[in-house]
């Protein structure tokens, strides 16, 4: 009995060795899955990526009329004036105030105040180069940002914008109305900053609109 519980001890012995001899094959499957879990996280983070860089140009659109808002033309606006002093390359940078909105929408509602607005966005988009960027900076107050141009070519640009929106005729129901716009301009140079550049072409769009009212009492 003592022998044969030897040998029953051997014996369990050698089939504990002879399992833990049979780990290195399963183990041999280890680094095909982890390649297989690399090459998975890896799509993750690609998609999650893309997703972020989806949520970002989001971010940085107009809803309602599909341009940049405020946040993403700032963001190339600072873009433009670091390109601008690196190459010593000028600009202008055009802020434009709709007028009689808030009229439009007390008379006709909000939709037709919207209306107008995306009416203004596609008469801006047709009046400048592909190159150019516009946005809404907010309300009834949009951006327009336009490269190598001089001083006078950047006030005819101004004024030639104000005409064609003063033209713009929008028709809710049996009645036609019409907005218009006064324009403010801020050359780009190196020497400019992106802050600064808003807030004078901010202060001239006010003065140009002051300036408009005393015309229209002449």
């Known amino acids: 009995m003592t022998t044969a519980g030897r040998g029953g001890k051997r014996g369990t012995r050698y089939r504990r060795r002879s399992a833990r001899a049979a780990r290195p094959v399963e183990r041999g499957a ?19 990526q893309e997703r972020i860089s989806e949520l970002t140009i989001l971010s940085e ?3 309602l009329l599909d341009i940049f808002n405020r ?8 873009r433009s004036i670091a390109f601008i002093k690196r190459y010593d390359a000028t600009g ?24 107008v607005l995306k009416a203004v966005a596609r008469v801006l988009s047709q009046q400048v180069r592909a190159s150019d960027v516009i ?12 490269w190598h141009l001089s001083e006078t070519d950047a006030r ?4 030639a914008l104000e005409a064609a929106i003063d033209n713009l005729t929008v028709t809710f129901g049996d009645q036609t ?24 072409a901010d202060r001239a ?12 009492f002449q």
């Open 61 to 63: 659109r107009d809803v």
């Open 30 to 48: 280890g680094p095909a899955g982890a390649r297989q879990t690399i090459r998975r996280l890896k799509a993750e983070l690609a998609a999650a």
């Open 177 to 200: 109305v019409r907005a218009g716009a006064s324009a403010g301009v801020a050359l780009l140079d190196k020497r400019v900053n992106p802050v600064r550049a808003l807030e004078e």
């Open 135 to 146: 946005g809404r900076l907010g309300g009834d107050e949009f951006g327009v940002l336009m």
């Open 156 to 159: 005819a640009k101004a004024a």
């Open 92 to 115: 202008a940078l055009i802020v434009l105030d709709v007028d009689r909105l808030k009229p439009i929408n007390d008379a006709f509602g909000h939709a037709a105040g919207d209306e």
């Open 205 to 216: 769009m006010y003065i140009r609109k002051a300036q408009r009212r005393h015309e229209v």
């Open 71 to 78: 946040r993403g033309f700032a963001r190339e606006l600072h």
